[in-house]
């Protein structure tokens, strides 16, 4: 399974080369962990993970999260300790699964991938209904499929900017007109 992942992580960042752009990956094996599991202390510790990578990055970043629990806690993180780059960094999660309780205060709207989970699920039990049992076929099947689509909210809103006034005021604009409340030049 880790050489899957692996494979993975080297295909995208590939592809992401490829359109001549930088790409930094950061995975952190959090399975390691002794001493038993407490929420707090995974949090706090992929926290510590991101902080060196975080406060490094250009100001005009696109980041793209594993999931939006992850893409959520970069926003966090952001907010916390580099606010100067809530505005002007992109970031992009995986599922739509926007928690409001998670994006209390200034935090912008999540843009999130959405995977094609009923087609997967699908699929899936079609396949188990016609191989009951049969683990040895189970372990090399692999199938991709496609997202249904990206839902486009104010932490992408645009372009990302180096400039943070300039990206705070589009990230806003685009936040007001996504709430549907107009926006005139005075504002």
């Known amino acids: 399974q880790d050489d899957f992942f692996e494979r993975v992580r080297e295909g995208f960042r590939k592809r992401v080369q490829k359109q001549g752009l930088p790409c930094e990956m ?3 094996d959090f399975r390691q ?5 407490s929420t707090v202390s995974y949090v706090k510790e992929i926290e ?3 902080k060196p990578h975080l406060e490094h990055l250009p100001l005009d970043t696109g980041i793209f999260a594993a999931n939006d629990w992850v893409a959520g806690l970069i926003q966090r993180v952001l907010m916390d300790y580099f606010s100067e780059r809530l505005h002007t960094t992109g970031v992009l999660g995986v599922d ?4 409001n309780w998670w994006y209390l205060g200034p935090l912008a709207g999540l843009s999130s991938v959405v995977p094609a989970f009923r087609k997967i699920g699908r699929e899936a039990m079609e396949w188990l209904v016609k191989h ?4 040895e076929a189970a372990a090399g099947l692999l199938k991709k499929f496609a997202p249904e689509g990206v839902v486009e ?7 990302a900017c180096a400039d943070p006034l300039t990206a705070r005021i589009v990230r806003w604009a685009w936040s007001q ?11």
């Open 48 to 50: 510590e993970a991101l």
């Open 153 to 159: 909210r104010a932490s992408t809103a645009g372009s």
């Open 96 to 99: 739509n699964e926007q928690q």
């Open 177 to 187: 007109l996504q709430n549907g409340q107009p926006v005139n030049v005075s504002d």
């Open 26 to 28: 950061l995975f952190h």
């Open 33 to 37: 962990k002794r001493g038993g599991f």
């Open 132 to 135: 009951p049992g049969d683990k």
